[in-house]
């Protein structure tokens, strides 16, 4: 089943000012302090959970859940969240750190008219449940706060007066965001030297040839015989840690390569916060990258994990990774 699913680090970044979600379209989303976003969308369900920031008043963790539903398709799996939600209800009414009895006209969004049957409960004073269904769809919220009060809290409170309903739509697409400001890169980049690049070729050129991969160009083919080789060297059981080093030089050198023949990606060295550096090849934007020697390695030297070299390449060249931010650098393998 095709799906579109994210976790998107928002602290130089925001939210748009208007996106759909599932039958949801979710207005002033832009002003929501949140700084991360998980999402996860599908032709009968989409899930999101909005973290947000550490404020004064809300110094711990805070969050709002929505989870969309498309009826009947999806009904089985609405059955499972709501028992999974309503395990361990209370029968008496929660007071809400707000001071206040909770009842169910509290963190109603306005959208919601007489077609939708609607419950709400408190199952603690820093978390309410909403569930919302309509012979077409379902739609649950969960709003959590681990300290601070619900009713003022600045993304449930606009969230209520801010959502809108359309029963003819469904989005079901990662939203997009926006660079809030100027983001300072954590990460120092600079090219490889002359020595570098010359036996990075060096490396490269033997690797084809011994692959016999000169005539092969499509990236795809390459990569997986790449894998095919990895395979096997994970079958050679006798192999010397200096042996599994080597294989992944002249392994991942041809990788990170085909990157950067057929994405227009550029190798580089790339120090993390922490003042590691890598040998790594980069998007265009500096938005993705990834260490090819270390990935190869890891793939050799790891039998329980997948292949995914031609995943992986397949899934850029088709933009179906997350979304990244210009210079995150988030690494890929």
């Not at 041809?254 to 998007?283: H, I, K, M, R, T």
């Not at 790891?302 to 210009?326: D, F, H, Q, W």
Request: hydrophobic fraction near 40%; aromatic fraction near 10%; include cysteine.
């Amino acid at each position: 089943m095709p799906s579109s699913s994210a976790d998107i680090d928002l602290e130089d970044a925001k939210l748009s000012k208007e996106f759909g979600m599932g039958c949801l379209t979710i207005k002033g989303a832009h002003l929501w302090p949140v700084s991360q976003l998980v999402w996860e969308g599908t032709a009968p369900f989409v899930g999101a959970t909005f973290l947000c920031e550490a404020l004064e008043r809300w110094p711990k963790t805070s969050l709002l859940r929505i989870e969309v539903f498309r009826l009947p398709r999806d009904k089985d799996h609405l059955a499972e969240r709501i028992k999974w939600y309503t395990r361990d209800r209370k029968t008496r009414r929660i007071r809400i750190a707000d001071g206040d009895l909770f009842d169910d006209s509290m963190l109603l969004p306005k959208a919601f008219d007489d077609a939708w049957e609607q419950d709400a409960f408190a199952k603690s004073k820093g978390q309410v449940i909403r569930i919302a269904t309509h012979k077409k769809f379902a739609v649950i919220f969960r709003f959590l706060t681990q300290s601070g009060t619900l009713l003022d809290h600045p993304i449930f409170k606009r969230l209520a007066k801010n959502i809108l309903i359309d029963t003819s739509q469904w989005v079901s697409d990662v939203p997009e965001v926006v660079e809030s400001r100027k983001a300072k890169s954590k990460f120092k980049e600079s090219p490889l030297d002359e020595e570098q690049e010359a036996e990075m070729w060096q490396v490269v050129g033997a690797t084809l040839k011994r692959l016999k991969l000169g005539k092969i160009k499509s990236t795809a083919e390459r990569l997986g015989r790449v894998e095919e080789e990895i395979d096997a060297l994970r079958k050679q059981k006798s192999l010397s840690q200096d042996e599994q080093v080597d294989a992944a030089i002249e392994l991942g050198s041809l990788v990170g390569q085909c990157f950067c023949w057929e994405l227009d990606w550029e190798w580089c060295n790339l120090a993390n916060p922490s003042g590691e550096e890598d040998y790594c090849v980069c998007s265009p934007d500096r938005s993705l990258a990834f260490a090819p020697v270390d990935w190869i390695y890891e793939l050799i030297t790891n039998g329980k994990r997948p292949l995914n070299c031609v995943l992986t390449y397949n899934m850029i060249e088709a933009g179906r990774l997350p979304p990244s931010r210009p210079r995150a650098y988030q690494r890929l393998g």
